[in-house]
């Protein structure tokens, strides 16, 4: 019961929802209630009450597993040695005359082995002493007087002896490449360690730019925020003297129109006219009759302007933040595998590609089983679907590429572009934008009956002339970034080699001329029967 408890409680700490039985590993959803086998506890208890005990087994004598003594009678004894001239397995007393009498020690004792039958012709139930080696197969000295009748013969010591000279030149080989590997393990764990200590340096003083980017940038917020507390202060301090200064001449023109009021009431006109030229001149005021206040945008344009200084850096970030993802998805340690050097090599590398309808203009009708895409002049009735190309008569793989793969296009008519593109490329509005081979999401060999010319980001790259076929095979390694373009006959030629860097998923693409123009991607295994031998890459 102890047992079982651990073990469920194990299943629990790793929240495992089954609980199983420790011993046949039955499965139990949810976990049962235990109960006590009544037998079985009954048996035990009345065991326990007797006091018997199981015997102790007698490792002399053979179990199935073992090897047993061909001539005890009864329970039989473990088998110390077989004997490859009698042909029989002995125990330790049985096997005393192979060592006291003179004609039996000269036989070859071995390891007990239940093999010993196969050393037995199942034909003339002879031992086998003799490899024959037209045949592969060892023979008795019947066998080498019937079928075996002028075969190239041997003894079966001696064919060991060659053949354990072969094994041991095996076992040096083997232990040569043990080392090579070995070795080659170390510098590959050598590599982890390296790429492991320059991805933390790298990752500790990125964080120290940037944190050092960070610390400017609130550096510059904290001088903004101190110089415009600094405006501020100047600007309230001068207001108040402004308002200082009016309180003031309001007090005393207050005080001149009380003593104008006083005058106007007295009666005696010569104290009043005496009076009134002193108390009737009023100073020249400081400041105009009302005061301009420009528009309530005291500080507004600040933000305004840091704002403007948070766009432009947003939009450095995401261009020098491209710039470093490109950057970083260039480390590649692991040499790339070499391409193809024979026809049979490909098969390797060979994906089952189908096109895409969602992808296909509305005059591509595609067939064969989505293999196969023709330019008719009427429209193909297709739904409408945001990832079809509008603008271009192309069409893409409903598979994407990755690792290494390769395919071939059959095409016939004026001509068509073999192409790979980004899964992302644009479906419509300028050429520039979605044909293969004129942007920098595209790579695109174009075909036709004179010649070959590739496209690159609205760029023609001179092509190496090679036989003309209606037949173009495409190998792409896309973590070594290469990518190239063979034409494809009884050899294959190179036509042009790419080596650059792909950073999106991508796909493969075709694009037709005009009216009547076909390409097919071809199922590889429908060449494995021709005769024509393996041309070069």
């Known amino acids: 019961m102890n047992c079982i408890k651990v073990f469920w409680a194990e299943d629990e700490e790793k929240k495992r929802k089954v609980h199983s039985c420790y011993h046949c590993r039955k499965a139990f959803i949810p976990k049962p209630v235990l109960e006590t086998n009544t037998r079985l506890a009954e048996s035990v208890e009345q065991l326990k009450k007797t006091g018997l005990q199981a015997a102790p087994a007698d490792h002399r004598y053979a179990a199935p597993e073992d090897v047993a003594c061909d001539i005890c009678t009864g329970r039989k004894l473990k088998a110390a040695k077989s004997c490859l001239v009698c042909l029989v397995s002995y125990c330790e007393k049985h096997l005393q005359p192979h060592y006291v009498a003179a004609p039996l020690q000269k036989h070859k004792l071995v390891e007990p082995s239940k093999k010993l039958q196969e050393n037995i012709c199942p034909r003339h139930d002879e031992v086998m002493k003799i490899f024959c080696r037209t045949d592969q197969q060892s023979i008795c000295y019947l066998c080498l007087m019937d079928e075996h009748k002028g075969h190239e013969t041997v003894s079966a010591a001696a064919e060991r002896t060659e053949r354990q000279r072969e094994l041991e030149g095996s076992r040096l080989d083997i232990q040569q490449r043990i080392q090579d590997r070995e070795k080659d393990v170390k510098l590959l764990q050598q590599e982890v360690e390296a790429i492991d200590q320059s991805a933390d340096q790298t990752v500790e003083h ?226 520039s934008q979605c044909v293969f081979g004129l942007n920098d999401q595209s790579w695109a060999l174009s075909c036709d009956s004179s010649s070959y010319k590739f496209f690159h980001n609205n760029k023609v790259h001179p092509v190496l002339s090679g036989p003309r076929s209606s ?14 373009f063979y034409s494809v006959s009884k050899t294959r030629t190179l036509l042009h080699r790419v080596q650059t860097t792909f950073t999106e998923p991508l796909c493969a693409g075709l694009m037709l001329f005009e009216h009547g123009d076909a390409a097919e991607i071809i199922k590889l295994k429908q060449r494995r029967g021709s005769a024509a031998p393996p041309p070069p890459l």
């Not at 193909?380 to 190309?389: D, G, I, K, L, T």
């Not at 590429?401 to 395919?407: A, H």
């Not at 095979?473 to 970034?481: E, F, I, K, Q």
């Open 471 to 484: 037949r173009v095979g495409v190998y792409l390694d896309y973590r070594a970034g290469i990518l190239s």
């Open 206 to 431: 990125s964080e120290e730019i940037f944190t050092e980017l960070i610390h400017l940038i609130q550096k510059r917020s904290s001088d903004v925020k101190q110089q415009v507390r600094s405006q501020q202060e100047a600007e309230v301090s001068r207001v108040k003297e402004l308002q200082e200064k009016l309180e003031q001449e309001i007090t005393e023109l207050k005080r001149k129109d009380a003593e104008l009021k006083q005058l106007s009431h007295t009666e005696d006109h010569i104290p009043f006219l005496h009076s009134y030229p002193s108390l009737s001149a009023l100073s020249e005021s400081t400041h105009s009759s009302s005061i301009s206040i420009r528009p309530l945008r005291y500080f507004e344009d600040v933000p305004a302007a840091v704002s403007e200084l948070r766009e432009r850096l947003q939009d450095v970030l995401g261009e020098e933040w491209t710039k470093i993802i490109q950057v970083v998805k260039k480390v590649d340690v692991l040499l790339s595998q070499p391409q193809p050097k024979t026809r049979a090599d490909p098969s390797k590398y060979s994906c089952e590609l189908t096109l895409d309808p969602n992808t296909a203009n509305e005059h591509l009708l595609l067939s064969e089983k989505n293999r196969k895409a023709t330019f008719m002049k009427q429209q193909q009735p297709y739904s409408r679907h945001p990832h079809r190309f509008t603008s271009c008569w192309q069409v893409l793989s409903r598979e994407s590429l990755s690792g290494r793969c390769y395919w071939e296009v059959e095409w016939r008519g004026r001509g068509v572009y073999v192409a790979v593109a980004y899964k992302n490329i644009s479906r419509a509005g300028p050429l």
